[in-house]
């Protein structure tokens, strides 16, 4: 073999490999997995498309750093940057495929006076036990609100229900003062299964967007939306 072609042989089987290009679609790709985007989720994996960014990017920190617990998240966030991380909320944010129908089941084994109760506390609330109404803190149109308080409606309500159970439990913590634990410690098992059977049932406007502004101060402080954090009742 001529000298030339044998030494251009070597440095072709040496020579660096191409690095695949680092595209957006291939880091959300194990998200889509789970977490499809024309989908309404279920009991284990939420729909996310369409929630405020800043909360999603919280809960993808919740993930990383412990505050919140599935070991497949943990695993898939372990060793992202919160640029990156950052990168996915905006991603998941802007997307607002049309919801579809809730689930058969969604709901379904609540009693009239239990779905009547549930949709009491969204709008409501229970003054005697303090808790308070949803849409004080989720929005009027229960949408959430720009830029970290999360939507509530396109949600199962088996997962809504597990949610509050693992506030209760401490699996799911949020930024100090964590008042979602806080309300959900004043829920009785009764309660978080009416409001879980309420928001279960209802099908969201395809045109809701996150309101852009609520009013101040928030019924509790709240971590994880600093505009409130300093005013609240107790």
């Known amino acids: 073999?001529?000298?030339?072609?044998?030494?251009?042989?070597?440095?072709?089987?040496?020579?660096?490999?191409?690095a695949a290009p680092d595209r957006l679609e291939q880091r959300i790709a194990a998200c889509l997995a789970c977490h499809s985007v024309k989908e309404r989720g279920d009991a284990?994996?939420?729909?996310?498309?369409?929630?405020?960014?800043?909360y999603l990017y919280n809960q993808l920190r919740h993930f990383r750093d412990g505050h919140r617990h599935y070991p497949m998240m943990t695993y898939m966030v372990g060793n992202l940057s919160d640029a990156y991380l950052r990168e996915i909320a905006?991603?998941?944010?802007?997307?607002?495929?049309?919801?579809?129908?809730?689930?058969p089941g969604s709901g379904a084994s609540a009693t009239a006076a239990q779905v009547?109760?549930?949709e009491t506390l969204v709008r409501q609330g229970d003054p005697s036990k303090k808790?308070?109404?949803?849409?004080?803190?989720?929005?009027?149109?229960?949408?959430?609100?720009?830029?970290?308080?999360?939507?509530?409606?396109?949600?199962p309500s088996d997962y809504i229900n597990a949610q509050f159970g693992n506030w209760k439990n401490q699996s799911r913590r949020a930024t100090a003062p964590d008042?979602?634990?806080?309300?959900?410690?004043?829920?009785?098992?009764?309660?978080?299964?009416a409001v879980s059977a309420w928001l279960g049932r209802q099908t969201p406007d395809d045109?809701?967007?996150?309101a852009t502004s609520i009013t101040l101060p928030l019924p509790l402080a709240c971590g994880s939306y600093p505009a409130a954090a300093q005013g609240g009742a107790k």
Request: net charge neutral; glycine share 10%; proline share 16%.
């Open 116 to 118: 009547a109760r549930g």
């Open 179 to 193: 008042c979602m634990a806080d309300i959900a410690g004043r829920l009785s098992d009764s309660d978080v299964a």
């Open 207 to 210: 045109a809701a967007r996150p």
């Open 131 to 155: 808790i308070p109404a949803c849409v004080a803190c989720h929005g009027t149109a229960l949408s959430g609100v720009d830029p970290s308080i999360p939507g509530l409606l396109g949600l």
């Open 1 to 18: 073999m001529p000298i030339f072609s044998a030494l251009g042989l070597a440095a072709a089987l040496t020579a660096a490999p191409v």
């Open 44 to 54: 284990y994996f939420p729909r996310i498309a369409g929630k405020p960014a800043g």
């Open 90 to 103: 905006d991603y998941f944010s802007a997307q607002h495929p049309p919801y579809p129908p809730p689930p």
